[in-house]
């Protein structure tokens, strides 16, 4: 690992005047650290920002205020966030390892890089991590690689599950910028597609700090589901996963929300299968149709086809076991 300088800032004001132009924030540093020691990203200065903000989870009338801070854990675990929010605990804990989640940040999982085998190999080219290098994958090992929203230059996805969920339920970012001023990025714009400009993952303004996120309260309470397809049951990457919430009256489907993980950039919304879903009964036959609209979306690589039928799978698995609380049909 390349040495650097350490600051342990109290506040975001302190931090944002010790940053420069490479320079790094760091908290739970569960997946920093390894791009340290890999030479991927090689700072000069480091700036830990755990004690300059809030790790609190503030439930409030119209939603959930999640501090930058709040670990993975203490979400999944939080009382409020189970029995109003039990979509985002399903999806934190089908992620990483307790010790992981222990360590790991909320602000730090919206920034996550990628898990992409030839971004981590810096024998073989990658445009995300070294511009107009090349995409290895591209010609190479796809089986990770997404199915939606890819590029000429880029076919990674994005590697969280709290993310998927939080797409799903109309989450907001709210940031602080180096300049002092506040601002809010509703989460869906959040993170990019590659585009031409892969090694930019986000829509967050250079140095600015993630202060919170909110999640915006909603009748998904009773019948949401969080599927993960993946090679082994614990700490594995997710191939593909949904996630699925419904409002339903009387067994008819009032609002839908449907987001995946493993298929691109970033966490993605079947919107046209929710259009087709409002309004329906909430049977097999529409999910299935809902399933299958998502798929046609898809552009998937030579070598990650079969993707396609596991996302089709999952989704209809997930929004079968949206069902499983019939007190709420």
């Not at 650097?4 to 004001?13: G, I």
């Not at 990203?41 to 480091?46: A, D, G, T």
């Amino acid at each position: 690992m390349k040495p650097f300088k350490f600051h342990s800032p109290e506040t975001a004001t302190v931090a944002f005047q010790l940053a420069e132009k490479n320079s790094q924030y760091i908290a739970g540093g569960t997946n920093q650290v390894d791009l340290m020691k890999k030479h991927i990203n090689e700072p000069n200065i480091v700036i830990d920002v755990k004690d300059a903000l809030s790790n609190t989870i503030e439930i409030k009338k119209k939603g959930v205020h999640i501090g930058a801070l709040a670990t993975n854990s203490d979400v999944a675990e939080n009382k409020s966030i189970k029995e109003d929010y039990p979509l985002i605990a399903q999806a934190i804990l089908s992620g990483a390892s307790p010790q992981i989640r222990n360590m790991a940040t909320t602000g730090g999982n919206l920034l996550q890089r990628t898990r992409c085998p030839y971004f981590y190999d810096t024998a073989m080219p990658c445009n995300k991590r070294k511009p107009n290098s090349g995409c290895g994958a591209l010609d190479g090992h796809q089986r990770m690689a997404g199915i939606v929203g890819t590029s000429e230059n880029c076919v990674a996805v994005h590697p969280s599950d709290f993310c998927v969920a939080l797409v799903a339920l109309d989450a907001e970012v709210n940031i602080i910028k180096q300049d002092g001023t506040e601002d809010t990025i509703a989460f869906e714009d959040f993170h990019r597609l590659p585009g031409n400009q892969p090694q930019k993952d986000t829509n967050l303004p250079e140095q600015a700090l993630i202060v919170s996120v909110f999640i915006p309260k909603k009748k998904f309470k009773n019948n949401v589901a969080y599927v993960k397809v993946r090679e082994r049951d614990s700490y594995a990457f997710a191939l593909v996963s949904a996630a699925a919430a419904l409002e339903l009256k009387n067994g008819q489907i009032k609002k839908a929300r449907l987001a995946s993980g493993g298929v691109a950039h970033k966490p993605w919304r079947w919107k046209t299968s929710e259009r087709f879903l409002k309004g329906k009964q909430a049977n097999r036959a529409n999910f299935e149709e809902a399933a299958r609209l998502a798929v046609a979306e898809t552009q998937p690589l030579q070598n990650n086809t079969f993707k396609t039928a596991l996302l089709q799978g999952a989704i209809t698995e997930a929004l079968l076991q949206c069902l499983s609380n019939s007190s709420t049909i």
